[in-house]
């Protein structure tokens, strides 16, 4: 990247184009096209700003540069940032492009009109598997030169925001993606219902915010330009529900009950469909499915029963608490990436774990009434996935690791956690005063403190004191629950640094000490670390 100021008279340079323009619009899109340059990369570590983020920085600079010269391109560049940055680049653009006025530098036309966007009719339309949903937000500058937004949400990809676009052909749009009055209630793809501004705010927002927290998000090529002016008509939806609502809404007034169903989207009432799958009530969720017609043929009873369990707890967990809803894309993400990353499967369970999956793509297929059609490209997806699970999941026992030892680090069967466990408690056999270390359990405090002081005693057979295995204690105990994942992620840095494990873990327990309760402090303090 060039120098900070050279970058900076680029950009001013290329914002002469915005003083051409006649529309709005237009000039808020090549606006956002340049504040989405950055859009996604983060600052660098040597950084005084190691965790923040490099389009914000620049926006601040880019202000602050363009502030200092007494243009019409400047300013229209400041009058674009003012409407589409963040809150502080907002605020510092435009008091820089006050300042401007007062000294006699002339606005571009379409700056009066930037300022004035009204949002009108919001529509979503959600899949027939309930993968992604699509959102058309119609806006306009004050009942001039319509627009409309469409931004595409996917659940499989933990519910961010993936792609966005403009058209002004708006009418064009909506003949596409309305119903007419023949289609039928249910929802088909390509049927768009109307939803409130308030609905659609909260939908994009928390899709934004999912992608904006994503580290490389499987975003479009176009989207880092689109960014900075979909969070600004985000921002333009109203945050609050109208008085009354009509009838057809389908999200909201008497139909907000859907959010409780598996059919809802994911958006819709996450958070307490998530709480409200407590233990017993997955549970119960398995032996219905085990007592179904579609979970007759599975022979191993004890190994449907655990695999249905991942299939629950992925779907309460992973996909906004709805473990009925099943899809291609959502049984191959399963299959090919979270079981294999997350969870360690029994050889039986190994063998199992199709045929139970693809009796429970035709049970909650047919709870949810999907269209045959829709039940059998989900075991397609799920049959064609087979042959690639065999090859991809990461059986422990190819790592050399005895089973029985892994058994003891993995009691909740989180695979991801083994590596970090492991440099919690690596001496987990052998005998230490009087006590059978492979006898204990890791996951209990008091072996905990056996285990560390084993790991502890020097040469000399002299133990450590005290207070320094509590240190490790409380350690170990955020390694084991990954609280916070910056805990692992920065003792695999120094790790590759070549650094020696104990060492490690000293560095580690004393930012834990210094830190106390505040976690927002050791988050920021491991972020200082090479």
Known sequence: MPPPNALFAEMLHAARELLALRSPLDAELMVSEMLGTWWGQRASRASAHRTADLEELVGEGLVEYAGQHASPAALALLSGIACLGTP?????????????????????????????????????????????????????????????????????????????????????????????DTSPHRPVRGAFSPVTAAQARRLLEAALNATDAAVDPPVSESFPAYHAFIRARIRTLSPTEPATEPEGFPFGGPAAALASQDDAPGWLGAAARRLAWSDDRRAMLVVEFLASDEAEDLS?????????????????????????????????????????????????EQHAMPHVLAAWARWAGRRRDLPREAIEETLDAVFNSMATFAHVYRDPATFGLDAKLVARLLPDADLEALPRR?????????????????????????????????????????????????????????????????????????????????????????????????????????????
């Open 88 to 180: 502080r680049q907002a605020a510092l653009a435009e008091k820089a492009g006050l300042a401007l006025i007062e000294r006699g530098v002339a606005r571009p036309a379409w700056s009066e009109h930037v300022g004035a966007v009204a949002a009108a009719e919001c529509y979503v339309n959600s899949d027939i598997f309930g993968d992604c949903d699509e959102a058309v937000c119609l806006f306009s500058y004050a009942g001039t030169d319509p627009h409309a937004l469409v931004m595409a949400v996917d659940y499989n990809a933990g519910g961010l925001l993936r792609d966005g676009w403009v058209t002004s052909k708006v009418e064009t749009l909506l003949e596409r993606c309305l119903p007419d």
């Open 300 to 348: 191993d009873r004890k190994a449907a029963s655990r695999c249905a369990d991942h299939i629950i707890d992925y779907g309460c967990d992973q996909d906004f608490g709805r473990p009925l809803r099943m899809s291609p894309a959502k049984a191959e993400t399963f299959m090919l990436d979270w079981l294999p990353r997350k969870i360690m499967l029994l050889p039986s």
């Open 422 to 530: 492991a440099f919690a408690f690596p001496l987990l056999q052998g005998h230490y005063d009087g006590v059978d270390l492979s006898t204990l359990d890791p996951s209990q405090p008091e072996a905990r403190r056996t285990l560390l002081a084993a790991d502890h005693d020097d040469a000399h057979g002299r133990p450590a004191n005290g207070q320094h295995i509590g240190r490790h204690l409380a350690l170990s105990d955020r390694l084991w629950r990954g609280d916070p994942p910056e805990l692992w992620e920065a003792a695999q840095r120094l790790l590759d640094r070549g650094e020696h494990r104990h060492a490690v873990q000293h560095t580690l327990m004393y930012l834990i000490r210094d830190a106390g309760d505040d976690c927002a402090k050791l988050v920021a303090e491991l972020a200082n670390l090479p």
